[in-house]
C-alpha cells in the first residue's frame, strides 16, 4: 500500500550556529540526551586538541578533527562540488555548544570554500525542533553545484530532503516522507531535477521520488511483497540515462543475527514507479559485537554503490562465508545497467581472519573509482583504508592508511582506533579529482567519539 502523499516546505534560512543514529538496529544511544555542560561550552569552531600527526604515506593529508570538540559526533556524510567547497554533515550529539534548545542530535553542517584546506565553523543546517538522525549530503552532477541533504527527525518518522543552490549560505527543507513509525537508513541518489531517497520504513524497503528537483515528492514500496526481508539501504546513484539504483542488506531473520543477508540491487528505469531486485551476493550472519555494546546488524553485511559518467555501476560490499565470520570486502561492476555483474573480487589485502565493515565508494569520469572501508588487521585495533583504480576495477593502487595517530584521544592508539564510531563513513571526489574523505572514530558503539577528515593533497 502506497502512503499517503505528504510534502511540507518547512524553512528557507541561513546558517547561523544557535538560529545559534545509529542506522543499523541497535539499543537507543544515551548520548541522545543534553549534557548541560556541552551546552554551556563556547563553540570553538571544532578545532583540533593536539598536535597535528604526520601525514602518511599516499599523499593524503593527516586525520584532522572536525565538528566541534564538545560533545560527540558520528555517522558523517562529505560531498565535494566542482567549485571547491566541500561539504561535512554530521549529528551532534549532547548538546550544541551556545544553543539551550538544540536537542541532542542536532545536523551540523560544517563547509570548506578552499579544497579542504581550511573549513569554517559548524552551523546548524536547519531549525532542528526535534532531535535529527542519519545525515546524508550529495552534489548534483549536471551542474556540479546544487547540494542536497537529507536526515530524519521527528522521532525518525519523517524523511527530511534539503536543498541549497548558494553552496551551503541557504536551505529550503521539505519533508519528503512521513510516517507513524520510525524509519531508517535514508539515502539520497540525485541528478538533474530527479531527486529520490531509499529508507526502511516497518522492515520494508521505500523510496521516495521528486523530478521537480526537491520540491514535491511521491513514494513507492519497493518490496511488496516484502523479498528484501528487513531491508536497509547502503548506496544509491542516478546514471546520465536517468535509471536509478540502490543497494540493500536483506535481513532473512529480524532483530537476531541468526539468519543470512542477501545483498540486493534495486533499479527502476521509470522514475522510482516500478522496480526489479537482483541479488548480487549472499552473506551469513552478522558477527556479534556485544562486547563493544553495538546491535546485531552493526558489523553486518551493507553494499554500497555509485557510478560514472559513462554510466557503469560500481558496488563495494562487506560479507561472510561463516555465521558470525569475520567479514571480507568485495567489489563488482555492471557495464549493463545492472541487469547482470562482473564477478566478485576481494579487494583487501588484510590477513585472513581479520574484521571487515563499513564500505564507502565514490566514482567520477570513465573507469575512475576511489574505493574504501574499515578493518581489524591491526589485532584488536581498527585502521581506515583507501584504494583507487582508473580502469573500472580491473587494477588497483595499494592500499593507503587514512589513519594516523593522534594524541589526546583515549580511542586513538599508534597502530590505529579502538572502534568505528557508526555504521558508515563516506568519500568523495571534488572538481578537480581529488579525494575527500570523513569518519567516526570511539571505544565503543555508546562511547563518545569524534569525526576526522582527510583529503588528497
Known amino acids: 500500500m502506497q502512503l499517503p502523499r ?19 538496529p541497535a539499543k537507543k544511544r544515551v548520548r541522545d540526551r543534553v549534557d548541560p555542560a556541552v551546552v554551556a561550552t563556547a ?79 559548524p552551523t546548524q543546517i536547519a531549525p532542528p525542533g526535534s532531535g535529527q538522525w542519519d545525515p546524508q549530503i550529495v552534489i548534483d552532477p549536471v551542474d556540479g553545484q546544487t547540494v542536497f541533504a537529507s536526515w530524519l527527525q521527528n522521532g525518525k518518522s519523517d524523511t527530511v530532503v534539503a536543498k541549497s543552490t548558494d553552496y551551503g549560505q ?3 527543507v521539505v519533508v519528503a516522507d512521513s510516517t507513524n513509525a520510525g524509519t531508517d537508513k535514508p539515502i539520497l541518489a540525485v541528478r538533474g531535477q530527479d531527486v529520490y531517497v531509499a529508507f526502511n520504513h516497518s522492515q520494508k524497503a521505500w ?15 519497493i518490496d511488496k511483497n516484502g523479498k528484501l526481508g528487513w531491508a536497509l539501504v547502503g548506496g544509491g546513484t542516478v546514471t546520465p540515462n536517468g535509471t536509478v539504483h540502490y543497494g540493500w542488506a536483506g535481513y532473512e531473520r529480524n532483530g537476531g543475527a541468526t539468519g ?52 557503469t555501476l560500481y558496488a563495494l560490499w562487506n560479507a561472510n562465508t561463516v555465521a558470525q565470520g569475520p567479514n571480507r570486502i568485495y567489489f563488482a561492476t555492471s557495464t549493463n545497467g545492472g541487469a547482470s555483474w562482473s564477478p566478485k573480487v576481494e579487494v583487501s589485502t588484510a590477513p585472513a581472519g581479520s574484521a571487515h565493515a563499513f564500505p564507502a565508494i565514490s566514482a567520477r569520469g570513465t573507469g575512475d573509482v576511489r574505493i574504501g572501508w574499515m578493518d581489524a588487521r591491526a589485532g584488536s585495533l581498527w585502521n581506515t583504508y583507501l584504494r583507487t583504480s582508473t580502469n573500472g576495477g580491473a587494477t588497483w593502487s595499494a592500499e ?31 572538481g578537480a579529482g581529488k579525494t575527500h574523505a570523513v569518519w567516526g572514530e570511539g571505544l565503543n558503539y555508546d562511547s563518545p567519539g569524534s569525526i576526522w577528515y582527510s583529503r588528497e593533497q
Not at 521528486?210 to 514535491?216: F, I, Q
Not at 587514512?402 to 568523495?428: C, H, K
Request: net charge negative; charged share 10%; with cysteine.
Open 6 to 24: 505528504y510534502v511540507a516546505v518547512l524553512a528557507v534560512l541561513s546558517l547561523t550556529a544557535c538560529s545559534t543514529s545509529s542506522s543499523a
Open 43 to 121: 563553540p570553538d569552531g571544532g578545532r583540533k586538541t593536539s598536535t597535528s600527526p604526520p601525514p602518511p604515506p599516499g599523499g593524503f593529508t593527516a586525520q584532522t578533527r572536525l565538528g566541534y570538540t564538545a560533545g560527540d559526533q558520528w555517522e558523517p556524510a562529505i560531498a565535494a562540488d566542482n567549485y571547491g567547497h566541500v561539504y561535512v554533515l554530521a549529528p551532534q550529539y549532547q548538546g550544541v555548544p551556545g544553543c539551550p534548545t538544540c536537542p541532542s542530535p542536532t545536523m551540523i553542517l560544517q563547509v570548506s570554500s578552499d579544497g579542504g584546506q581550511t573549513f569554517g565553523p
Open 170 to 172: 541557504t536551505w529550503s
Open 207 to 221: 523510496v521516495s521520488a521528486s523530478h521537480d528537483g526537491g520540491l514535491t515528492f511521491t513514494q513507492t514500496q
Open 260 to 311: 543470512n543477508v542477501n545483498l540486493f540491487i534495486s533499479s527502476s528505469s521509470d522514475g522510482g514507479a516500478t522496480w526489479t531486485s537482483m541479488v548480487i551476493d549472499i552473506s551469513k550472519a552478522p558477527p556479534d559485537c556485544a562486547a563493544y555494546a553495538c546491535g546485531w546488524a552493526y558489523l553486518g553485511a551493507q553494499v554500497v554503490l555509485t557510478s560514472d559518467a559513462a554510466g
Open 400 to 430: 593507503t592508511d587514512l589513519s594516523t595517530y593522534v594524541t589526546g584521544f583515549s580511542y586513538i592508539q599508534p597502530n590505529g582506533y579502538a572502534y568505528p564510531y557508526g555504521d558508515y563513513w563516506e568519500l568523495t571526489i571534488d
